[in-house]
């Protein structure tokens, strides 16, 4: 995502760098913050400047609806595009996807 944006914006990508140093950066490093929350923060809003969207979380048996507000251990986390001429992009994905998690990301990932 973001070599695309390098080459499409290079003013957002600039924006996106510095985006990841001040919110993903320091939440890694920090004890009480929650890395993959603030991951899926950055990859949310970066995503939407690459290809507006929504984001939607799969569940094991394969059923999508509204991420939490807290992430729900082994589900996967898709944006999907607006334009469904795109892919969808997994932001984050389970350490061992299920059967159907799997085959999601196969039909709308490519």
């Known amino acids: 995502m973001l070599r695309e944006l390098k080459a499409s914006d290079p003013g957002a990508f600039a924006e996106a760098t510095a985006r990841y140093q001040e919110v993903v950066v320091p939440a890694a490093a920090a004890e009480d913050d929650d890395p993959l929350a603030a991951w899926l923060e950055y990859g949310t809003w970066l995503a939407d400047r690459v290809a507006p969207g929504e984001l939607v979380s799969i ?4 059923r999508s609806r509204p991420p939490a507000p807290t992430i729900r251990a082994g589900e996967l986390y ?31 990932v490519g």
Not at 59 to 62: E, K
Not at 79 to 96: E, M, Q
């Open 59 to 62: 569940d094991a048996s394969g």
């Open 78 to 108: 898709l944006h999907l595009p607006f334009d469904r001429k795109r892919r969808a992009l997994p932001l984050l994905v389970p350490r061992r996807p299920s059967a159907p998690q799997t085959e999601t990301i196969s039909l709308l």
